[in-house]
């Protein structure tokens, strides 16, 4: 990560760097919203599932500065910083705007020695931007790390109709379950070379065996057509809940993505997970059950919100059009 791999090339950086150093003087960084916040939903919490996490971030963090670092030449994924910013323009955007992020998909119940079975649909809607990181709240953090900030919903449904339901039968435990809307909000740090960071968590915990350098988003599959990255375990906690998995797969045209007039790329993306049925209280699991939730949910990142289908603007954003205005 030296000077062989600056971004933007170096006349350009510094005038970057010029005007990030003018603004961080009078930056009010996130960690600042969230000592000032009063309401504990909008305070950050370590939590076992979307559930348990706050439903919106405070008002002052949609006012924040935005990171825009943009992009002189073009990137060379087989360099660290080229490849970080890669992975930035695939999973959020490096102009400063709001992207989209909608997904929608199936989660499957998995009881111990019985054939699994699709329990309920799932249909996701995100809104997201990215902001500099304050590097006295997540030290090792520089310039080129953004902190990613979503505002995200997520409906179950029926898993034929895809019509919202708000009890379904658990035909394994032959309980009603009371099915619910979610409503919550992350923020995530990226850093080049370095592990991810959740606020409230050790990042220790995300250090992976498989992590030669140290960062996230330094997986990344070239088809020769297509660039893919990979996150695995993105917002887990430690816990009893663990073994839990998740993992979340972006793909993009390898042309838009290394190619500076594209600050922004559509990007295909892919969500799986395995946890414990017991980790959600309301599929009626006792403890102790062995019984498992598997997900999958496929969908698309963009920054234009007439690309959203009509199934989303159904069940979302018509539904709760004050979370995205």
């Known amino acids: 990560m030296g000077a062989s791999n600056d971004l933007p090339a170096t006349s350009s950086r510094r005038a970057l760097l010029g005007s990030l150093g003018a603004a961080t003087a009078s930056l ?182 498989w992590d030669r350098d140290g960062g996230y988003s330094q997986h990344f599959v070239d088809t020769g057509e297509d660039t893919s990255y990979s996150v695995l375990g993105a917002s887990q906690q430690p816990g009893p809940h663990q073994p839990r998995v998740d993992f979340a797969f972006w793909a993009a045209r390898t042309a838009e993505v290394i190619d500076p007039k594209f600050r922004t790329v559509d990007t295909r993306r892919n969500y799986s997970a395995v946890m414990k049925a017991t980790e959600y209280a309301w599929y009626g699991v006792e403890k102790g059950d062995q019984a498992q939730l598997a997900v999958n949910t496929v969908g698309i990142k963009t920054e234009d919100p007439a690309k959203l289908p009509p199934l989303v603007r159904r069940q979302i954003l018509e539904r709760f059009p004050e979370r995205y205005a």
Not at 77 to 87: A, E, M, Q, T, V
Not at 152 to 160: C, E, G, H, L, N
């Open 28 to 209: 009010v960084y996130s960690r600042d919203l969230f000592a000032q916040a009063s309401n504990p939903q909008a305070t950050v919490q370590q939590s076992v599932s979307e559930h348990a996490r706050p439903t919106t971030h405070p008002a002052a963090a949609f006012k924040l500065p935005r990171w825009k670092p943009g992009q002189a030449r073009r990137l060379d994924l087989s360099k660290p910083l080229d490849n970080h910013y890669g992975f930035a323009k695939v999973q959020v955007n490096l102009v400063g705007t709001y992207s989209w992020l909608y997904q929608y998909g199936w989660v499957v119940f998995c009881p111990p020695g019985q054939p699994p079975f699709p329990i309920l649909g799932r249909v996701f809607l995100a809104k997201i931007f990215a902001t500099p990181v304050d590097p006295k709240e997540f030290p090792g953090a520089d310039e080129h790390s953004y902190m990613m900030w979503g505002t995200m919903s997520q409906t179950y449904v029926d898993p034929r109709t895809f019509e919202p339901v708000t009890r379904m039968r658990n035909p394994y435990t032959g309980r009603t379950m009371e099915v619910p809307v979610v409503h919550y909000a992350d923020r995530l740090v990226y850093r080049v070379g370095q592990v991810i960071q959740v606020p409230g968590v050790d990042p220790e915990f995300y250090r992976q065996p």
